[in-house]
């Protein structure tokens, strides 16, 4: 994660800090071996759309209908 454009809009706007948050969610889901899949704001920013957000969003599956699925 870390596109060009993406970066400078985050410093320009000054919400670098989420970019921070985002990785250590992922950090922690990776760890745990929890699936994700991050959405949003930040999503589109690093795919070249570039739109100001104020928030960190992902997706985890519910992690009860996971093991019930498995079962």
Same mark, same amino acid.
């Given at each position: 994660?870390?596109?060009?454009?993406?970066?400078?809009?985050?410093?320009?706007?000054?919400? &670098?800090?989420?970019?921070?948050?985002?990785? &250590?969610?992922?950090?922690?889901?990776?760890?745990?071996?929890?699936?994700?899949?991050?959405?949003?704001?930040?999503?589109?920013?690093?795919?070249?759309?570039?739109?100001?957000?104020?928030?960190?969003?992902?997706?985890?599956?519910?992690?009860?209908?996971?093991?019930?699925?498995?079962?």
């Amino acid at each position: 994660m870390r596109t060009k454009g993406a970066y400078l809009l985050r410093e320009t706007t000054g919400t &670098s800090g989420l970019e921070q948050t985002l990785l &250590s969610a992922i950090e922690i889901l990776t760890h745990h071996g929890v699936p994700h899949l991050v959405v949003g704001g930040l999503a589109v920013q690093e795919h070249g759309y570039f739109r100001v957000t104020t928030d960190c969003d992902l997706v985890v599956p519910d992690i009860l209908d996971a093991l019930a699925a498995e079962q």
